[in-house]
């Protein structure tokens, strides 16, 4: 079993940065994609960046792309989304989420943290 828990939303005025972490723990993380999920307000959850745990190959949706960063520490088993230039548009609970295979679906994934809030302020 592994436990995924998220770490550093906040609120933050648009145009500002904030950086999540999401820390793996339980067993040795050996999943092969960890992944950042978002939900706002009355939308469907929604896939947002993941990486390759091992090569670090990253993906992104679109509106997200050159903003959002998804870099992993291997030898914490943390995963991070730095994310820069934020829109009000942003504003969800971001959740972190891990999986043996890449997909942007989000019943494909195994492992899900509890979810961190992020608000951007316009």
Do not use: H
Not at 99 to 105: E, F, T, V
Request: hydrophobic share 35%.
């Amino acid at each position: 079993q592994v436990q995924l828990v998220e770490s550093g939303g906040g609120l933050v005025q648009a145009g500002g940065s904030l950086r999540l972490s999401c820390a793996a723990s339980g067993r040795t993380f050996s999943s092969a994609f960890m992944g950042w999920f978002r939900q706002a307000p009355g939308k469907a959850r929604e896939f947002v960046s993941a990486i390759r745990w091992s090569g670090g190959d990253t993906y992104y949706i679109d509106s997200v792309k050159g903003r959002f960063t998804m870099s992993r520490d291997y030898a914490k088993n943390t995963g991070y989304l730095q994310m820069n230039s934020l829109k009000p548009e942003d504003t969800a609970v971001y959740y972190c989420a891990a999986a043996n295979s890449y997909s942007p679906i989000v019943g494909t994934w195994d492992y899900w943290g509890q979810g961190t809030q992020v608000t951007v302020s316009s």
